[in-house]
């Protein structure tokens, strides 16, 4: 369900969370909320991973993040690469009793791949899935895709006849403005149940019993709670009024760790903070320059990219935990990532460049930025604001929470935006992921190419790289040509990547958790003293 965010006093939440407990009751609690259930709604790490208690794929990732079998036991592809044969679990039960089989997978398909998703790019557009038995499914593919179940451990299986009988069988677009049932209700084949979900306010998860699988964890409950506020979360980390927060704010790591009761996990993570500019309309959306859009002028590109001190953000907005990035990804994802060198802060080249292309006085322009979702993301924005403004444009910051920034600026709002702030961590963590969903063209009508590309950029020799590294099965050339893609790209300044930024989670000593580098909060694994 989107909804507009309703503000909660401190003292009424606070007083709200130190209700008496189970023995072994999870609080957890996220600056960001759990708006819809819908496990198609948004494609965002932390609703990922809400949702991943509830529902599974026909893969998953382990605690290494290796790929491991999940729903499908097993798989086999066809020595031309244009089958994959999965052999579905048998005698799993969705959390009312239905039995999970192939007609769930293929209405999945279905409905993961229509309009109003946000993971289109789970399942090829041109794959056609059959059904072989009740439990054998095999995808028939237009070409090789030695990546194609990479990302499948957050493409969750939905109960076709429960969707059907609650006339839920289209996802619930991002953007949406009144509830659909599978907004507010949940089932799955997961680990957890949804007792109880109030948007904005508290989600109850209670564990399965009748799980495939063997449970790790030791929870009767987990209760999540959203608090905005950095301040009010780590007073409930403190006080033990709650037991796991994220992120704990970076001025506040030290503060934690020399508390009594909590510490502070830390580690690096893969995904990487950047900058979309509209470059796809002929006129910007927020600007005060008519006409034309200054974002089709690489050179406009180029100077926004040099009038960013990365150095400065890192050292003063992010206390030194974030990692400046010259690519789209991780240099942990990319085995060349090392050749390439992001050009140095240079405000006068910026200022130059804005005069070459037409703007030597800068110009007006909108942003958006979400104020709930990545570490320090608005004070990241802020920054961004008063570095171009030394270069002369001026820049008005829209920072708010994640479900409206989401439906304004992502493709269920129709992208509108004119420059936007992004964390972006691969699902299948490998390159073509980046190349495709957040840098390739958005512009064929039918097609999943771009759909996380918020600035529309478009180069067409990129698209047709990127093609062939998914084809590509030998490494060593597919690495080839992934360097070649991203030379393209960084030539060409299409996105402005800035930092890698760390983990920080604040836990209670009580309880061990498994921190992976996609960030991913998953208490399956959890145990709590």
């Known amino acids: 369900m989107i909804q507009n965010s309703v503000l909660i006093p401190a003292s009424i939440l606070l007083a709200a969370l130190s209700t008496p407990a189970l023995a072994a009751s999870l609080r957890y609690a996220n600056q960001g909320d759990l708006k819809s259930l819908d496990p198609y709604t948004l494609n965002e790490t932390t609703t990922n991973a809400h949702l991943g208690h509830v529902y599974e794929g026909l893969t998953r990732r382990g605690k290494d993040l290796a790929v491991q079998p999940s729903l499908a036991e097993r798989w086999e592809i066809s020595d031309d690469g244009l089958t994959w044969r999965f052999f579905l ?19 999945s398909a279905t409905r993961v791949r229509a309009q109003g998703s946000n993971f289109t790019t789970r399942v090829p557009t041109s794959a056609e899935l059959v059904k072989v038995d009740d439990h054998t499914v095999d995808v028939k593919l237009k070409t090789p895709n030695p990546i194609l179940n990479s990302q499948w451990d957050t493409w969750y299986i939905m109960d076709k006849e429960w969707a059907e009988a609650n006339n839920a069988t289209a996802p619930t677009p991002a953007a949406a403005t009144t509830p659909s049932f599978s907004s507010l209700n949940a089932n799955g084949t997961g680990p957890f149940k949804i007792e109880s979900h109030q948007a904005g306010v508290k989600t109850i998860f209670k564990p399965n019993p009748s799980w495939w699988d063997k449970p790790e964890h030791n929870l009767d409950e987990i209760v999540f709670t959203p608090i905005a506020s950095d301040a009010t979360r780590v007073a409930a980390l403190l006080s033990g009024e709650v037991d796991v927060i994220e992120p704990v704010p970076v001025q506040d790591i030290a503060r934690v760790n020399s508390s009594p009761n909590a510490q502070a996990l830390t580690g690096p993570e893969l995904r990487t903070i950047f900058l979309n500019m509209d470059s796809a309309r002929d006129e910007l959306l927020f ?16 100077a926004f990219f040099k009038a960013i001190d990365i150095n400065l953000i890192r050292d003063r907005v992010m206390r030194g935990l974030s990692t400046p990035s010259a690519l789209m990804i991780a240099p942990e994802l990319f085995v060349h990532a090392k050749d390439f060198v992001r050009p140095k802060y240079d405000l006068e080249g910026a200022k130059k460049l804005l005069a070459d292309a037409g703007y030597p006085n800068g110009f007006e322009v909108g942003m958006d930025c979400p104020n709930d979702r990545y570490v320090n993301d608005e004070a990241i924005c802020q920054a961004v604001v008063s570095m171009l403004a030394r270069a002369g444009v001026k820049v008005n910051l829209t920072a708010q929470p994640k479900a409206l920034y989401f439906g304004k600026a992502g493709k269920s709002g129709g992208y509108t935006t004119s420059v936007s702030l992004l964390g972006w961590t691969p699902g299948t963590f490998d390159s073509h992921n980046v190349l495709y969903d957040v840098m390739g063209c958005r512009d064929v009508p039918g097609s999943s190419r771009g759909e996380t590309n918020y600035g529309g950029y478009c180069n067409k020799d990129l698209d047709a790289v990127t093609d062939q590294i998914l084809v590509e099965t030998d490494p060593e050339k597919r690495n080839q040509l992934i360097k070649k893609a991203f030379e393209i790209a960084t030539k060409d300044y299409g996105h402005i990547p800035l930092h890698q930024q760390s983990l920080a989670w604040g836990v209670s000593k009580k309880v061990k958790l498994v921190q992976r580098a996609d960030n991913q909060l998953l208490f399956y694994w959890a145990k709590k003293d």
Do not use: C, Y
């Open 89 to 107: 679990r048998k005698g799993v039960k969705f959390h009312n009793g239905n039995d999970f089989n192939a007609d769930d997978v293929i209405f």
């Open 287 to 302: 600007s005060n320059v008519k006409g034309k859009n200054p974002f089709k002028d690489v050179r406009v590109r180029e």
